[in-house]
């Protein structure tokens, strides 16, 4: 045979042609300087055509031939001619997989991918292309592995390369592995990853046992089925009610089943459809029969980590909607725990209780199994508390309205419930009607009440006499670190005095500091940015020194890069959104974050959070607002604030499909990146002040209504409040559009009869007066609402309300307008901006009844909008 010797580092790789008849190769090497002649030492037999031999000595010649054998052990052909060779360091390239964890898949969930990345660290001076293929073995049935190609540069120190293993149509149960195969020149690496095919418990169906229904085995989800139609011994009757562990809450046993309240089924679901899992986002769908027209029922839902020794946690709150039969929606993440439930407690009127105990109420629990998987996600970021708002979806109406009220109606029931003889609509408008609305109207609540007991003694006033004496329940903006002065200014007291004009740092770009765990920019510039280190997400990209964020927080793995979510890069930049200045990253000054991200698909189901905070080492991380991408793949989305007091400052940006606002939210898909950079510092009040803006809402999923999250002069809702509820011929976008789901009501056609279809607070008088300036505590503000209003109007009031806690709104009354006629009407009201950064109004239109945050009538419209408000000086 012809042999051919090629050096390697401390090695020889040798190679021959075949020589016909032959059935294995023995492999012989000397020494010294007879060569080949004397001293041959027998290294192995082999059958193919290549053989390596290691462990030799750089610069030191060996020798070599091969003699090919026949069948017979005595039958051997002529050798090869004697090959010289001297090993040497030649260039090479190491593949490290560290990854590896067992790759799950289950068939239910087709198709689906997990991508894997391995560094290549070339050695000696290794450059060029590493073809990468992946193989999976023969067992697995439905797996693709497709592997991408690498290149190195001279003096690049690492590369990666990514694999991306699939589940397909048709895979089955079954176990094997998938091997890696990186190929450079003559040089081969392998990895391999486990891959196992498993398939999940799927929908499970609940019996009864220990007092509720109980799904026994995981699945993906579990439903009471019929096991609580109907309520307590005789409506339906409810078998084994009352469906309660320890028998410590009795239903209700006034009514007819199916005309008056009932709870008839529980279903709980996880969203990603796999085993409910510790850590996972979950649906709880109830199930009710609602009386007359629902806008007295309503379902309050709780859940438990332990269903033997119960704690209920509080969810939400879901009003019914509508009459008959309805499904009622909340969400939540499942804490840790293996058999885990959820009580809905459904009443007639009353109080939020984890059991009511009224004559029409009833509490339904529904028990269900958890795989016990600790979430990798930071904990330090989350309560034991679900994270997520209550949200609610009713799916059905009533066909038709009762012609008369249930006789079964308790004779005790509060007086403000609606009746049909002061509520139906007349059918033409009357010929008589008052000139002027009721001096006995109140002016302000003090403490705000649904219906007010008694009227005061002097006619409404347009504003409260004096500005609010209570603090607000949570941190306010910032608290200035010296006095103010009596001077007017539109900034905090720490701004600076003068606008830096010569901008020594100009563009910073961020490296990555270990000790932080981000992208950091250590010198005081115009900008801030990282360039490619964060591009990718996690594993996807991959994403350099993930997850770059300065406490932890972890990002999804799930998806493919390019494809699903990511944030490629965030930027710091002085000035606002559409500022050209140069300046330094000042103390007291605007900034602007501008995140590029890849959303997918339409980019309608992904939302990006902008947070900051003013200590980067030790990081309180506060909300400035939500923007949603206008379209899918790669997208630029900015949002502008003021710097606060600190030296070193970082941003946040968390990019999420779906889910609620949360500055470390889990999710499969999501992405968090930080990035911290230096401020200058500022020493006293500014020369000028930025001019502020005007800007319009966006709809935060989180708080149920729009908001305006940055600082400015007035917030616009536009369109997002067109209309009233989801029944009038025209829906408003996510109705109800309230902070605490106060209901529209369903009657009536669009444009014939009453809605709020705008709301705009700007700062100023009604007149106009300093509309110029911020909206800014303890200064006016007046809030315009735009209605349509039925037949004349006469009949039409919207009360004006107001509040400084988002989380908790605690309504305060500030005056009731009524319109000067029908159709299209703009009403106005001007008052006094209390305390707190994020603050929220409430219009309240109702057809007759009497001042209240949330009258209910059937063709009221109730509408909240959200806006940030500068801090008083």
Same mark, same amino acid.
């Given at each position: 045979?012809?042999?051919t010797?090629?050096?390697?580092n401390?090695?020889?790789?040798l190679?021959?042609?075949?020589?016909s008849?032959s059935v294995?190769?023995?492999?012989l090497?000397?020494?010294?300087?007879m060569q080949c002649?004397q001293?041959?030492?027998?290294?192995?037999?082999?059958?193919?055509?290549?053989?390596?031999?290691?462990g030799?000595?750089?610069?030191?010649?060996y020798y070599y031939?091969?003699?090919?054998?026949?069948v017979?052990?005595a039958?051997?052909?002529?050798s090869?001619?004697c090959?010289?060779?001297?090993p040497?360091?030649?260039?090479?390239?190491?593949v490290?997989c560290?990854?590896?964890?067992?790759?799950?898949f289950?068939?239910?969930?087709?198709?689906a991918?997990?991508s894997?990345?391995?560094?290549?660290?070339?050695?000696?001076g290794?450059?060029?292309?590493?073809s990468?293929?992946?193989?999976?073995t023969?067992?697995l049935?439905g797996?693709?592995?497709?592997?991408e190609?690498v290149?190195i540069?001279?003096?690049q120190?690492?590369?990666?390369?990514?694999?991306?293993?699939?589940?397909v149509?048709?895979?089955?149960?079954?176990?094997?592995?998938?091997t890696?195969?990186?190929?450079?020149?003559?040089?081969e690496?392998?990895s391999?990853?486990d891959?196992t095919?498993?398939?999940?418990g799927?929908?499970?169906q609940?019996?009864?046992?220990g007092?509720?229904p109980?799904?026994?085995?995981?699945g993906?989800s579990?439903?009471?089925?019929?096991?609580?139609?109907?309520r307590g011994?005789?409506?339906g009757?409810?078998p084994?009610?009352?469906?309660?562990r320890g028998?410590?809450?009795?239903?209700?046993?006034?009514?007819?089943?199916h005309?008056?309240e009932?709870?008839?089924k529980i279903?709980?679901?996880s969203?990603? %459809?796999?085993d409910?899992t510790?850590?996972?986002l979950?649906?709880?769908t109830?199930t009710?029969?609602?009386?007359?027209y629902g %806008?007295?029922d309503?379902?309050?839902?709780?859940?438990?980590?332990?269903?033997?020794?119960?704690?209920?946690?509080?969810i939400g709150?879901?009003?019914a909607?509508?009459?008959g039969?309805?499904?009622?929606?909340v969400?939540?993440i499942?804490?840790?725990?293996?058999?885990?439930a959820v009580?809905?407690?459904?009443r007639?009127k009353g109080?939020?209780?984890?059991?009511s105990?009224?004559?029409?109420?009833e509490?339904?629990e529904?028990?269900?199994?958890?795989?016990?998987k600790t979430?990798?996600?930071s904990?330090?970021?989350?309560?034991s508390a679900?994270?997520l708002?209550?949200?609610?979806?009713?799916?059905?109406r009533?066909?038709?309205?009762p012609?008369?009220?249930p006789s079964?109606?308790?004779?005790?029931?509060?007086?403000?419930?609606p009746?049909?003889?002061?509520?139906?609509?007349?059918?033409?408008?009357?010929s008589?009607?008052?000139s002027?609305?009721?001096?006995?109207?109140p002016?302000i609540f003090?403490?705000?009440s649904?219906?007010?007991?008694?009227s005061p003694?002097a006619?409404?006033?347009?504003t409260?006499?004096?500005?609010?004496?209570?603090?607000?329940?949570f941190?306010?903006f910032?608290t200035?670190s010296?006095s103010?002065?009596s001077?007017?200014?539109l900034?905090?007291?720490?701004?600076?005095?003068?606008?830096?004009t010569?901008v020594?740092?100009g563009?910073?770009?961020?490296?990555?500091d270990?000790?932080?765990?981000?992208?950091?920019c250590?010198d005081?510039?115009v900008?801030c940015n990282?360039g490619?280190l964060?591009?990718g997400?996690?594993?996807?990209?991959?994403?350099l020194?993930?997850?770059?964020t300065?406490?932890?927080?972890r990002?999804?793995?799930v998806?493919k890069?390019?494809?699903?979510e990511?944030?490629?890069?965030v930027v710091?930049r002085?000035?606002?959104?559409?500022?050209?200045e140069?300046m330094?990253?000042?103390?007291g000054m605007r900034?602007t974050i501008?995140?590029t991200?890849h959303?997918?698909s339409?980019?309608?189901?992904?939302?990006?959070?902008f947070?900051?905070?003013?200590?980067a080492a030790?990081?309180?991380?506060?909300f400035?607002?939500?923007l949603?991408?206008?379209?899918?793949g790669?997208?630029?989305?900015?949002m502008?604030y003021?710097l606060?007091?600190?030296?070193?400052?970082?941003?946040r940006v968390?990019?999420?499909?779906k889910?609620?606002l949360n500055?470390c939210?889990?999710?499969?898909y999501n992405?968090?990146d930080?990035l911290?950079?230096?401020?200058?510092?500022?020493t006293?009040?500014?020369?000028?002040a930025?001019?502020?803006?005007n800007?319009d809402?966006?709809y935060?999923?989180?708080?149920?209504?729009p908001?305006c999250a940055?600082?400015g002069?007035s917030?616009?809702?536009?369109?997002?409040?067109n209309?009233?509820?989801?029944?009038i011929?025209?829906?408003?976008?996510?109705?109800?559009n309230?902070?605490?789901?106060?209901?529209d009501?369903?009657?009536g056609?669009?444009?014939?009869?009453?809605?709020?279809?705008?709301?705009?607070v700007k700062?100023?008088?009604?007149?106009g007066t300093?509309s110029d300036a911020a909206?800014t505590?303890?200064?006016r503000?007046?809030?315009?609402?735009?209605?349509f209003a039925?037949?004349?109007g006469?009949?039409?009031y919207?009360?004006?309300y107001?509040?400084?806690?988002?989380?908790?709104p605690?309504?305060t009354?500030?005056?009731?307008v009524?319109?000067a006629?029908g159709?299209?009407q703009?009403?106005?009201v001007?008052?006094d901006?209390?305390?707190?950064k994020?603050?929220?109004?409430?219009?309240?239109?109702?057809?007759?009844?009497?001042?209240s945050p949330?009258?209910?009538?059937?063709?009221?419209?109730?509408d909240?909008?959200?806006?940030?408000?500068?801090?008083g000086?």
């Amino acid at each position: 045979p012809e042999i051919t010797a090629t050096p390697a580092n401390m090695g020889v790789q040798l190679s021959w042609t075949t020589v016909s008849n032959s059935v294995e190769y023995e492999v012989l090497r000397s020494e010294g300087v007879m060569q080949c002649s004397q001293g041959k030492v027998l290294l192995g037999k082999t059958t193919g055509n290549t053989f390596e031999d290691s462990g030799l000595q750089n610069g030191r010649e060996y020798y070599y031939i091969v003699v090919p054998k026949g069948v017979n052990d005595a039958c051997y052909g002529p050798s090869s001619d004697c090959a010289a060779v001297v090993p040497s360091a030649q260039p090479y390239f190491t593949v490290d997989c560290s990854d590896s964890s067992v790759i799950d898949f289950d068939v239910n969930r087709v198709p689906a991918s997990v991508s894997r990345q391995c560094v290549v660290t070339p050695y000696d001076g290794w450059t060029g292309s590493i073809s990468v293929e992946c193989n999976p073995t023969s067992t697995l049935m439905g797996i693709q592995c497709e592997g991408e190609s690498v290149f190195i540069k001279a003096g690049q120190s690492t590369a990666t390369c990514t694999i991306t293993i699939s589940i397909v149509s048709g895979a089955e149960m079954s176990e094997g592995s998938v091997t890696m195969v990186a190929r450079g020149r003559s040089i081969e690496r392998t990895s391999s990853f486990d891959v196992t095919i498993t398939k999940g418990g799927g929908p499970q169906q609940a019996i009864f046992e220990g007092g509720s229904p109980i799904c026994k085995k995981h699945g993906s989800s579990c439903d009471s089925v019929s096991l609580l139609d109907g309520r307590g011994l005789n409506l339906g009757p409810e078998p084994n009610q009352p469906n309660i562990r320890g028998n410590d809450c009795i239903d209700g046993s006034s009514g007819t089943y199916h005309e008056d309240e009932s709870l008839d089924k529980i279903f709980v679901r996880s969203l990603d %459809d796999k085993d409910m899992t510790e850590g996972s986002l979950i649906e709880v769908t109830a199930t009710v029969w609602a009386w007359n027209y629902g %806008d007295t029922d309503s379902a309050d839902f709780y859940y438990t980590s332990d269903a033997l020794n119960p704690e209920w946690l509080y969810i939400g709150t879901v009003p019914a909607g509508g009459g008959g039969a309805r499904e009622l929606k909340v969400q939540y993440i499942l804490p840790e725990g293996e058999l885990q439930a959820v009580r809905i407690n459904f009443r007639y009127k009353g109080s939020v209780s984890v059991c009511s105990g009224g004559n029409y109420d009833e509490a339904d629990e529904l028990a269900f199994t958890v795989v016990t998987k600790t979430p990798t996600r930071s904990t330090s970021s989350h309560s034991s508390a679900p994270s997520l708002y209550p949200s609610y979806t009713p799916t059905l109406r009533p066909s038709l309205k009762p012609s008369t009220l249930p006789s079964n109606l308790p004779s005790n029931a509060p007086s403000e419930f609606p009746s049909l003889s002061s509520s139906a609509k007349p059918s033409q408008t009357p010929s008589v009607t008052p000139s002027l609305q009721s001096s006995s109207s109140p002016s302000i609540f003090t403490s705000p009440s649904w219906s007010p007991s008694q009227s005061p003694s002097a006619p409404p006033t347009t504003t409260p006499s004096t500005n609010p004496s209570y603090l607000p329940t949570f941190t306010s903006f910032f608290t200035p670190s010296i006095s103010p002065s009596s001077q007017s200014s539109l900034l905090p007291s720490w701004a600076p005095s003068i606008i830096e004009t010569m901008v020594n740092g100009g563009p910073q770009t961020a490296i990555f500091d270990n000790n932080i765990g981000a992208p950091r920019c250590f010198d005081v510039g115009v900008e801030c940015n990282p360039g490619t280190l964060m591009e990718g997400r996690a594993s996807l990209g991959p994403e350099l020194s993930s997850p770059n964020t300065i406490d932890g927080c972890r990002d999804g793995t799930v998806g493919k890069y390019l494809r699903d979510e990511s944030i490629e890069r965030v930027v710091v930049r002085a000035g606002d959104v559409e500022s050209t200045e140069e300046m330094n990253l000042t103390e007291g000054m605007r900034a602007t974050i501008t995140a590029t991200v890849h959303a997918w698909s339409s980019g309608q189901d992904d939302r990006a959070d902008f947070f900051y905070a003013s200590n980067a080492a030790n990081p309180t991380w506060e909300f400035l607002g939500t923007l949603i991408p206008p379209s899918g793949g790669l997208q630029e989305l900015k949002m502008a604030y003021t710097l606060p007091p600190g030296s070193l400052q970082a941003v946040r940006v968390g990019f999420r499909y779906k889910g609620s606002l949360n500055a470390c939210s889990p999710g499969n898909y999501n992405d968090r990146d930080d990035l911290v950079f230096s401020v200058a510092s500022g020493t006293s009040a500014p020369t000028s002040a930025p001019t502020p803006s005007n800007h319009d809402a966006i709809y935060d999923s989180g708080l149920g209504i729009p908001i305006c999250a940055q600082f400015g002069n007035s917030c616009d809702s536009l369109s997002l409040l067109n209309s009233r509820g989801e029944s009038i011929g025209i829906s408003e976008e996510n109705a109800p559009n309230t902070l605490d789901s106060c209901k529209d009501g369903a009657s009536g056609t669009y444009h014939s009869d009453e809605s709020i279809d705008r709301i705009v607070v700007k700062s100023g008088e009604i007149d106009g007066t300093g509309s110029d300036a911020a909206l800014t505590s303890h200064r006016r503000a007046t809030i315009i609402a735009s209605v349509f209003a039925f037949g004349t109007g006469t009949n039409d009031y919207a009360d004006f309300y107001y509040t400084n806690n988002l989380e908790n709104p605690s309504w305060t009354y500030i005056d009731t307008v009524s319109p000067a006629g029908g159709g299209v009407q703009e009403l106005k009201v001007s008052y006094d901006l209390p305390q707190g950064k994020r603050q929220a109004v409430r219009v309240n239109f109702r057809y007759r009844g009497s001042i209240s945050p949330c009258s209910g009538g059937n063709y009221d419209d109730h509408d909240d909008l959200a806006f940030t408000v500068s801090p008083g000086i």
